[in-house]
């Protein structure tokens, strides 16, 4: 049966005209690198900010500690709880900036950061 199998594709294989060639590959367009993900706007409004900025924006905060170089401002609302560090710029002078933040539920589940700051600004 094989013989008869192989010479069938073999006769079959004679037949028809031209070959087609195969496809050409498709032209290369280069596909846009995706933009990091920036911070959202009222994330972004916190870091960088002096402490004085932050109490004009979230009113006095629960707590104001210091440690070393850094300061570290907490302020509380009914939803959440916003901790804001701050540190001197590298270069030692200047007012310290918030470095970063932690944003918290008032049970210590987590909370968006931009939507805390949201609620806390709101107040």
Same mark, same amino acid.
């Given at each position: ?32 690198a995706?933009? !990091? ?6 994330? /972004? #409004?916190?870091?960088?900010? %002096?402490?004085? $900025?932050?109490?004009a ?13 850094g ?17 001197? !710029? ?6 310290? /900036? #918030?470095?970063?933040?932690? %944003?918290?539920? $008032? ?6 950061q ?10």
């Amino acid at each position: 049966m094989r013989f008869w199998v192989l010479a069938g594709a073999m006769a079959l294989g004679g037949c028809g005209g031209e070959m087609i060639p195969p496809p050409r590959p498709a032209a290369y367009v280069p596909v846009p690198a995706a933009a !990091p993900a920036a911070a959202p706007p009222s994330v /972004v #409004v916190v870091r960088g900010q %002096t402490a004085p $900025r932050l109490i004009a924006e979230f009113g006095q905060p629960a707590i104001d500690m210091s440690e070393g170089p850094g300061r570290k401002l907490q302020f509380a609302g009914p939803i959440c709880v916003l901790d804001a560090y701050l540190y001197p !710029p590298s270069s030692g002078r200047g007012e310290p /900036v #918030v470095r970063y933040l932690e %944003t918290r539920q $008032r049970d210590g589940g987590p909370i968006d950061q931009a939507s805390c700051v949201a609620a806390l600004a709101r107040r």
